[in-house]
């Protein structure tokens, strides 16, 4: 079946823009995690949700940032103001349950920030 | 503080048995030791995953000691294809506390012809 998918690939944003990230899950996965990964650094959570409830959103590095999940599948990852040092890979991954079940990842958003 | 400690950087040649260590000495009674494989331009990928001892999968080997405070990957008999970074990952539900699923900056494996 198909995997995790993010879309768009690649975004280059002005500085001051607003940019939206997208995320679909495997279908029925209940879990969705976003990630924050810089250049040769590994994976930085920002976000989990269970369903359409967002568990933990302690990684989120500002109040520019904001996820959403409404119907518990297709994520929105929101990045308000976009600065420079917002420009990373945004992975999106998804599992069956819980954070013990493994994690399926997507390609990533490469964004850019100019 | 970070929670794992990995090396940054591991050569190997072909048809060789690799083992990457991670030290976590700060595992908590319910985190799970998970690692994963990344590829340029691609997401991380699911090896394996252990609370203690050893297991094993058609990939890998993952090795836990008593104290849970350090764990080793094993790959038997790498090929070029598996040159990419390795991540260990300890963790548990999120919910719990900020940072609580921590990647660090991986081990670079490059497998040399």
């Known amino acids: 079946g198909a995997g995790v998918s993010q879309s768009p690939r690649y975004k280059v944003a002005k500085r001051g823009q607003d940019v939206a990230l997208r995320c679909d899950p495997i279908s029925g996965h209940v879990s969705l995690f976003w990630y924050q990964q810089a250049l040769g650094q590994g994976p930085e959570f920002l976000t989990y949700?269970?369903?359409?409830?967002?568990?933990?959103k302690s990684g989120l590095p500002s109040d520019r940032f904001f996820a959403e999940r409404p119907e518990g599948s297709v994520s929105t990852l929101k990045i308000q103001r976009t600065q420079q040092e917002d420009s990373a890979v945004y992975l999106c991954?998804?599992?069956?349950?819980?954070?013990?079940?493994?994690?399926?990842f997507g390609p990533g958003t490469r964004l850019l920030v100019l | 503080l970070a929670k794992t400690t990995q090396p940054i950087s591991m050569d190997s040649y072909e048809g060789q048995e690799v083992n990457i260590t991670c030290s976590h000495n700060?595992?908590?009674?319910?985190?799970?030791i998970t690692w994963y494989q990344q590829f340029p331009s691609q997401g991380p990928r699911f090896i394996i995953q252990g609370y203690k001892t050893k297991v094993t999968n058609e990939v890998a080997s993952l090795f836990i000691p008593a104290d849970r405070k350090s764990s080793t990957l094993s790959l038997p008999r790498v090929s070029l294809s598996d040159t990419a970074v390795y991540y260990c990952l300890v963790g548990d539900a999120p919910g719990t506390g900020a940072n609580n699923l921590f990647f660090g900056t991986g081990t670079r494996l490059t497998v040399i012809p």
């Open positions: 991954a998804s599992s069956l349950s819980s954070m013990r079940e493994t994690q399926y």
């Open positions: 949700f269970q369903n359409e409830a967002q568990l933990d």
């Open positions: 700060n595992i908590a009674t319910n985190d799970y």
